[in-house]
T-cell receptor, first 113, second 115 residues
Framework: KNQVEQSPQSLIILEGKNCTLQ??????????LRWYKQDTGRGPVSLTI?????NTKSNGRYTATLDADTKQSSLHITASQLSDSASYIC????????????FGGGTRLMVKP | DAGVIQSPRHEVTEMGQEVTLRCKPI?????LFWYRQTMMRGLELLIY????????DSGMPEDRFSAKMPNASFSTLKIQPSEPRDSAVYFC?????????????FGDGTRLSIL
């Protein structure tokens, strides 16, 4: 059964600090991994997508990494801002399912001033 | 370009009542998805359509749930009769299937409370 596990479940950091969110998956065959940001009361919005051959991808202060061998991904947030407070969801797609996705439970990040 | 539009944003109703959630996907998107999100279970896929045709409804919890897509610009998710355990946020998403790299675009959801 395809599974995506995220850690930590929740995280509190001070504004300006960096943080790293983790995602482990058992999805096969792997197609791509996407990180979504979900603000409170809003739908998820895609931050980055990573395919099998990509190790690192950046989107502003967000940097995602992928290790396809260990089936792990991380999302690093640099110089956090209050607007980074949100849930971050790791989503993995397999080649068999096309647009079908396996969702992680998310990490709830709170950035405090 | 307008995103995925869902209505209503909030719905509070008594158990046993019929509930209808509505979704307008992004123009040109040929896939439409309905999800349910709860604290306990996270995001769960209920059903998805391709070119207005239901492809996989295995996530629909029971016969009380039904979904339709009469045309490319409109879909509904209906619960009849509703129960308190149906309380959740329901999301609609749409995407273009031009390979594996296309993201799903989510609406802002309908927060449903069944009393």
């Amino acid at each position: 059964k395809n599974q995506v596990e995220q850690s930590p479940q929740s995280l509190i950091i001070l504004e300006g600090k960096n943080c790293t969110l983790q995602c482990n998956y058992t999805v096969s065959p792997f197609s791509n991994l996407r990180w979504y940001k979900q603000d409170t009361g809003r739908g998820p919005v895609s931050l980055t997508i990573m395919t099998f051959s990509e190790n690192t991808k950046s989107n502003g202060r967000y940097t995602a990494t992928l290790d396809a061998d260990t089936k792990q991904s991380s999302l690093h947030i640099t110089a956090s801002q209050l607007s980074d407070s949100a849930s971050y969801i790791c989503v993995v797609s397999d080649n068999n399912a096309g647009n079908m996705l396996t969702f992680g439970g998310g990490t709830r990040l709170m950035v405090k001033p | 370009d307008a995103g995925v539009i869902q209505s209503p944003r909030h719905e509070v109703t008594e158990m046993g009542q019929e509930v209808t959630l509505r979704c307008k996907p992004i123009s040109g998107h040929d896939y439409l998805f309905w999800y349910r999100q709860t604290m306990m279970r996270g995001l769960e896929l209920l059903i998805y359509f391709n070119n207005n045709v239901p492809i996989d409804d295995s996530g629909m919890p029971e016969d009380r749930f039904s979904a339709k897509m009469p045309n490319a610009s409109f879909s509904t998710l209906k619960i009849q009769p509703s129960e308190p355990r149906d309380s959740a946020v329901y999301f609609c998403a749409s995407s273009i299937n031009r390979g594996k790299g296309q993201p799903q675009h989510f609406g802002d959801g309908t927060r449903l409370s069944i009393l």
